[in-house]
């Protein structure tokens, strides 16, 4: 499975953005989705996943209550909707593809496919 994540930009803070992951050469089936983030000098985080069966979504403190995950069936695309950006959300976006078990959703080992990386600039 090959992921193509777009949608990266640069917004102001309190604006918002989204993010597409799509999938060629195989669908999202029996995988979860997640997205990552890696801001500059720091190390790659979890930011939230989804259980493409089933829709069971997984959060990170940091973005509760501003951003969203969801998918598309017909489109195989995961959606990561960013609102209320802060100058900290300021990082490379990557989307992820794997089966991780329920305590691993946050572990990026537990994804097997990534994708390239889309970069989101959040100005103050």
């Known amino acids: 499975v090959q992921l193509q994540a777009s949608g990266g930009g640069l917004v102001q803070a309190g604006g918002s953005l989204r993010l597409s992951c799509a999938a060629s050469g195989g669908t999202f089936s029996g995988y979860s989705v997640g997205w990552f983030r890696q801001a500059p000098g720091k190390e790659r985080e979890f930011v939230l996943s989804?259980?493409?069966?089933?829709?069971?979504?997984a959060y990170s403190d940091s973005v509760k209550g501003r951003f969203t995950i969801s998918r598309d069936y017909a489109k195989n695309t995961v959606y990561l909707q960013m609102n209320m950006l802060k100058p900290e959300d300021t990082a490379v976006y990557y989307c992820?593809?794997?089966?991780?078990?329920?305590?691993?959703?946050?572990?990026?080992?537990?994804?097997?496919?990534w994708g390239q990386g889309t970069l989101v600039t959040v100005s103050s």
């Open positions: 992820a593809a794997g089966r991780p078990i329920s305590s691993t959703y946050h572990n990026e080992r537990a994804y097997n496919y």
């Open positions: 989804i259980r493409w069966s089933g829709g069971n979504t």
